[in-house]
């Protein structure tokens, strides 16, 4: 920077006499008003000046300890190796680095994958050198964009145990309509895909009605431990009437839907003493 070397000597002993009242040489940033503000500038202009200041400088620097890195861009950096290292894991895993950007068991290493590609052209050639070496992927194609979704899917039925996803689902909005989207081109898409849904149990069309009251009842088996819901309950008069015509329709019902029912515990007879 431009200072004297008096002004330069100056404003290092007034480093070292914040070193030793703080015992750290952590400034605070030049936007906070206070009596640092001229050391905080003078701080900044070292570490852009690191490779072209005098020699005997650097030097004073270095024996102080000095941090070359602001505290904020050290923390920056502990952040993106963290990621890093939960993506290598992630690859360990699942073999590949194609992160769905809302990854359940980790929203933040989803959120930090995107962020990645979005910067591709801004990132230092040393985290780009890092990331190609776990084979990281930059530009998501269709086909990655298909896959990303499906996992969502799978992540969906590992929590409900199904993969009938409303077409307005606030969780997850982009994944309800996706959903909806693959029933619609049931006819157009590739056999590959179309296994790959059969696998968890994909339902290439949905009884709305039905479906929807299922998702009442299971609901209300996940509240109360059983799912012995009265004729007459107050709480969803419909729900306790659709509940009896299912006990009245079994003999008559698809075998898929007493599948349904038997897998959350549909008591077929119910003699009225259970409490809701």
Not at 1 to 21: D, I, N, V, Y
Not at 112 to 128: A, C, L, N, T, Y
């Amino acid at each position: 920077g431009a200072w004297t070397e008096e002004g330069w000597k100056k404003m290092f002993r007034e480093l070292q006499k914040f070193e030793g009242e703080h015992g750290n040489g952590k400034v605070p940033n030049r936007r906070i008003k206070g009596k640092y503000v001229a050391l905080s500038k003078w701080v900044k202009e070292q570490r852009r000046h690191r490779y072209n200041m005098p020699e005997k400088n650097r030097r004073k620097l270095d024996k102080l300890g000095f941090k070359w890195i602001s505290f904020q861009e050290e923390q920056t950096m502990e952040r993106w190796h963290a990621n890093y290292e939960c993506l290598k894991n992630f690859k360990a895993e699942n073999g590949h680095c194609q992160v769905p950007r809302h990854y359940e068991d980790n929203l933040q290493l989803g959120l930090w994958v995107s962020k990645q590609r979005s910067k591709r052209h801004k990132i230092s050639p040393e985290r780009k050198r890092l990331l190609d070496q776990i084979g990281f992927t930059w530009v998501v194609t269709k086909r990655d964009s298909w896959d990303e979704m499906y996992e969502r899917l799978v992540q969906y039925r590992e929590h409900t145990g199904n993969c009938l996803v409303p077409q307005i689902y606030n969780p997850d909005p982009k994944l309800g309509k996706w959903v909806s989207a693959q029933r619609q081109i049931k006819h157009k898409i590739s056999s590959e895909r179309a296994l790959q849904l059969d696998a968890i149990g994909f339902k290439w069309q949905r009884n709305t009605a039905w479906d929807d009251m299922f998702d009442r009842l299971r609901a209300f088996c996940q509240e109360r431990g059983h799912c012995l819901v009265p004729h007459n309950y107050k709480e969803d008069i419909k729900l306790g009437r659709w509940v009896s015509m299912q006990r009245y329709r079994k003999d008559t019902m698809n075998p898929e839907r007493v599948k349904h029912l038997n897998s959350i515990g549909f008591a077929w007879q119910h003699n009225g003493r259970q409490n809701p």
